[in-house]
């Protein structure tokens, strides 16, 4: 999967993180993640593309 969002006229691209590592993400990201709790979480919280992504751009 990839995600490439258009954000003031600029196009970011970014595709699936693999082998879930969230290290490479934003503290503020996994912070944001780390804040449901266990039973609420997906099992592929911040391996999407729109996680990295926001990463990137913070």
Known sequence: MAAS???????FSYTNL????????????LKFFDT???EQREPFIGCRAESA???EQL
């Open 5 to 11: 969002p258009l954000v003031h006229g600029q196009m």
């Open 18 to 29: 693999g082998g879930g590592d969230q290290s490479d993400l934003h503290p503020v990201v």
């Open 36 to 38: 449901p709790s266990v």
């Open 53 to 55: 992504l926001v990463s």
